[in-house]
């Protein structure tokens, strides 16, 4: 399809503000059906076909779910970019409101748009499974900062007080919510063939867990939306790049700070406990610090050992098989 009108879309959770490049037309349109069936009429307006637009927006989780099954439904191509690609390809820049943000969007869709990818229509069941498990980890994460505020109270607090048994009344209706997040994710992983299959390879490496396979694969959509593990790396924080200017500057290999923080944490589990478990991965990270490498550069090369070994086996389509432990 080739693409003759760029809009960029900046949603909230109430509104959403188009404007087309080029021609600076702007709409404004409530966040529900009533306001997406205005967006048909005003490119009626524009005498703008639908099959000749592309809509760029950013990544704003949910307040963008009802127009993305608008767009698909009405066959609007459109596509989800960072908004941190965005601000940085302004430069300097100056104001703010929800007009100017959409023609900034539209505008770095306008410069991108030989780059720009189409978004797919979402498998149901994947996209139930991600907002099981944004759920899951939001979770998790409350379940964390009421543990460390109930340690904190009963370190001066008698056990009976108040304040501490509410603290662990809260903690256990987590963990409740928790345990019932993890049987929504098997039975959907249960009940659909695609999915069970990914997570059965992933999970037969050792130091892959269920609730990073289960992550790998939203991510990843299923290996389908990162098909490269390498990229899928770079995403996730892992990958080491080159740090080097002229002939001042000849900085040892780094990892980005820009990176999916989720996926490193649990890559950096991973690699704790396949040290802990894997024969091979544990005499090689011996080996590398008898050598007097650093602890943490050597959990990252097994991070990305791991990542890759979650990608070889989705494309062999065979469960991991341990070569050192048969070789021995």
Not at 11 to 22: A, E, P, Q, R, T
Not at 133 to 161: G, I, P
Not at 230 to 240: D, E, I, L, Q, V
Not at 271 to 296: M, N
């Amino acid at each position: 399809m080739k693409v003759q009108h760029i809009i960029g879309a900046d949603l909230c959770k109430k509104s959403i503000d188009f404007v087309l490049h080029g021609l600076n037309s702007y709409l404004k349109i409530e966040n529900s059906i009533s306001g997406f069936k205005l967006l048909l009429s005003w490119l009626r307006q524009q005498k703008i076909s639908t099959s000749k637009v592309m809509i760029v927006m950013e990544h704003t989780g949910l307040y963008s779910y009802h127009l993305e099954e608008f767009l698909h439904q009405h066959h609007i191509s459109f596509t989800k970019v960072s908004a941190l690609a965005i601000k940085r390809s302004l430069g300097l820049v100056r104001g703010k409101s929800d007009r100017i943000d959409a023609q900034r969007i539209a505008r770095y869709g306008f410069e991108k748009r030989d780059q720009l990818i189409a978004q797919t229509r979402p498998d149901k069941s994947l996209q139930r499974l991600q907002m099981l498990h944004s759920t899951r980890e939001r979770l998790v994460r409350n379940k964390a900062s009421m543990s460390c505020a109930l340690k904190e109270y009963q370190a001066v607090l008698k056990q009976q007080d108040p304040i501490i048994e509410s603290h662990l009344k809260l903690i256990h209706e987590l963990d409740q919510h928790i345990k019932a997040m993890d049987q929504q994710i098997k039975g959907i992983i249960i009940g659909q063939n695609e999915l069970k299959e990914s997570f059965q390879l992933l999970t037969s490496i050792k130091g892959v867990g269920k609730v990073l396979a289960v992550a790998t694969i939203v991510k990843t959509e299923n290996f389908t939306r990162f098909t490269n593990p390498r990229k899928f790396s770079c995403h996730c924080g892992t990958a080491p790049f080159e740090h080097s200017s002229g002939t001042s500057v000849r900085g040892k290999t780094r990892v980005s700070h820009l990176a999916d923080k989720e996926m490193k944490t649990l890559l950096d589990l991973a690699a704790k406990s396949a040290i802990q478990h894997d024969k091979e991965i544990r005499a090689y990270y011996l080996r590398r610090i008898e050598e007097g490498k650093s602890k943490r550069s050597t959990r990252n090369i097994i991070r990305n050992k791991i990542l890759y070994r979650m990608f070889a086996v989705i494309k062999r389509r065979t469960p991991f098989i341990d070569d050192y432990s048969r070789a021995a």
